[in-house]
């Protein structure tokens, strides 16, 4: 348990539970009350001294001693799991990589979709910040098929 920071005397981080607790006092809060409300995205965000904090970020930084230089990513993508060996600092790319799947998703299958007006499967691929069409296909199976040549030839981990 890290107690306490210069800049966060009065919160505690347990790196291992990847949870904080109130070291005083103050407002609503209470002497060893878990920290944090959830936000409507579904993260862990703490109030100090009236500004938010990121749970994740916050946790990054009582450990390292720095803010990260990047984006902060939940490995096993649980969004309020964040035990230091949860978290990663990514670039844009590799945090949308390991996101999860779009509700919009209908397919099962990341980057594969039915085209209603063509009535087959497309697939596509994102890289360097740009869509890549992989062509139409009649069956599922081959738009997946294309979708994971794809992967690992553009070296795509998912």
């Not at 803010?67 to 670039?91: A, Y």
């Not at 994102?126 to 992967?151: H, P, Q």
Request: hydrophobic share 35%; charged share 25%; proline share 2%.
């Amino acid at each position: 348990m890290i107690r306490g920071h210069l800049q966060f005397p009065d919160l505690a981080y347990d790196s291992v539970a990847g949870e904080f607790f109130w070291l005083a006092s103050r407002g609503g809060s209470k002497l060893g009350k878990k920290a944090g409300t959830l936000t409507k995205n579904g993260y862990l965000h703490i109030t100090y001294n009236y500004k938010p904090y990121l749970a994740h970020r916050l946790a990054w930084f009582f450990v390292h001693g720095k803010w990260p230089d990047g984006m902060i990513d939940h490995i096993n993508r649980n969004k309020l799991d964040n035990r230091i060996e949860n978290l990663r600092v990514v670039d844009n790319q590799t945090n949308q990589r390991n996101a999860g799947m779009s509700v919009r998703n209908t397919s099962g299958h990341r980057g594969v979709y039915w085209h209603k007006n063509k009535k087959k499967w497309l697939a596509s691929i994102r890289v360097d910040g740009k869509n890549l069409y992989l062509g139409s296909y009649g069956c599922i199976t081959a738009a997946m098929f294309a979708r994971k040549i794809s992967e690992e030839f553009y070296e795509w981990k998912t």
